[in-house]
């Protein structure tokens, strides 16, 4: 491990995009410390440590949202932008046809996504205000409509900076900027949840310590083994003779990911999760009778850990797919093979090629997904026994801390790896 951290820092252009990573987290982290004026932040944190939904807003939200600062959201706009637009790809013909057309098709369905962030930052922005105004202990002190909007265009605003710096992240190739924000957030507040679970344990709960331990340490070691595992086709590319010289004949594989999604199937669950329960907050106390009954109905569900478990599982699950088959499509690997003289020995090449690699992606996705759903609802499950709240929010963490710290390890092995080469 010692002689592969020498090796980063000895390359000078990795070294200076690591510590340049390092100083865009240690702004974000200040920013997430300045609240929004008009707030009992003392308040704000009790209310956050007993409400289970609060508490992964604030996963999602990086850790800022407990101390409502002016970064509260986080990137959950932006997410929420994006998953729009996926599925709009999907669905609408021309915005297929551009998302088709390369970096410039890209760079476009890009720039919509951060446009629509806007309004929907002003939206979660207002709905959270008014969620924590109409909740109990005064968190918040009484708001004039002028501070209520002033509030709401540094929050968005807020959003905005996030969503650049995460961007500035990711344009140093080390990682997922925007994942990488949400990792450091939760490590950041990993020493206070752990003294806190700790103060709070008697003697005689060890064994809930015990298990707490165990659920981290088989999503650790699970997490690893999925997002680590794949399965390799096997790719022959026929001999070509172009002049005097003869070009290909040799063999490689074509490696199909268990969990090509990694963690952000987990990261869209979480954001359609607190849509329900957080919008039904907002028409508690509308004047209409039945439109009330209806948000105190979805509240309540959501708090029934059997259906927010399965909910939570099924969504997990689903976006595993999704998201894989936004990334992976067959139909431009089996005309890229064909093109370059690759076949898969077996295999006839063109629309068949297609079609198997669309059933062995089903196949391995399959465990991937259901790996993941499991382990996100396991602390639920355990929590049952424990009694412990801090174990759902805990699961969740985790899956996305080991998740990223793969990713961002995988991504600086590629670098390392290219410059070995470019060497040679």
Not at 131 to 137: D, I, T, V, W, Y
Not at 304 to 317: A, E, H, K, S, W
């Amino acid at each position: 491990m010692f002689n592969k951290l020498a090796q980063i820092w000895k390359v000078k252009e990795l070294r200076n995009s690591i510590l340049y990573v390092l100083g865009v987290l240690i702004i974000f982290r200040i920013a997430a410390h300045i609240p929004v004026p008009g707030v009992d932040v003392t308040g704000l944190k009790k209310l956050f440590a007993n409400n289970q939904l609060l508490g992964l807003m604030n996963v999602f939200s990086a850790g800022s949202m407990k101390n409502f600062s002016i970064v509260m959201l986080g990137v959950a706009p932006y997410i929420t932008a994006s998953i729009i637009f996926q599925l709009l790809v999907m669905v609408v013909p021309k915005l297929e046809e551009l998302s088709k057309e390369g970096e410039y098709g890209r760079s476009k369905i890009n720039r919509w996504t951060r446009w629509l962030t806007i309004p929907l930052a002003l939206l979660q922005g207002f709905g959270m205000i008014t969620l924590l105004r109409q909740s109990s202990g005064g968190v918040l002190l009484n708001l004039t409509p002028w501070q209520m909007g002033l509030s709401m265009l540094t929050i968005t605003a807020g959003t905005i900076f996030m969503m650049w710096l995460g961007e500035l992240i990711s344009e140093k190739h080390i990682g997922n900027g925007i994942s990488i924000l949400i990792f450091a957030g939760i490590v950041s507040g990993l020493p206070t949840s752990l003294t806190s679970s700790v103060s709070t344990y008697q003697s005689s709960d060890w064994i809930n310590m015990v298990i707490f331990a165990v659920i981290a340490l088989i999503t650790i070691v699970g997490v690893v083994i999925v997002t680590e595992g794949q399965r390799n086709i096997p790719v022959t590319y026929a001999r070509q003779v172009r002049g005097n010289k003869m070009y290909g004949g040799s063999s490689t594989h074509l490696p199909i990911r268990v969990n090509q999604a990694g963690v952000i199937p987990i990261i869209f669950a979480i954001s359609i999760i607190l849509i329900p329960p957080t919008a039904a907050q907002l028409f508690l106390r509308f004047n209409v009778s039945w439109i009330a009954s209806s948000a105190r109905w979805i509240i309540n569900l959501f708090q029934n850990q059997i259906f927010y478990g399965v909910f939570y599982f099924v969504m997990v699950v689903a976006f595993t797919y999704f998201y894989t088959a936004v990334i992976f499509h067959p139909d431009q690997i089996s005309e890229n093979l064909q093109k370059q003289g690759g076949f898969i020995p077996g295999i006839r090449p063109g629309k068949t090629t297609a079609e198997y690699l669309q059933k062995i992606v089903s196949r391995v996705v399959f465990t991937g997904a259901l790996f993941l759903g499991i382990i996100a609802v396991l602390p639920l499950v355990t929590a049952q026994f424990t009694g412990s709240k801090s174990l759902v929010v805990g699961g969740t963490s985790l899956l996305i801390v080991v998740s990223v710290v793969i990713e961002t390890v995988n991504q600086i092995n590629a670098q390392l790896s290219m410059r070995d080469y470019e060497e040679i």
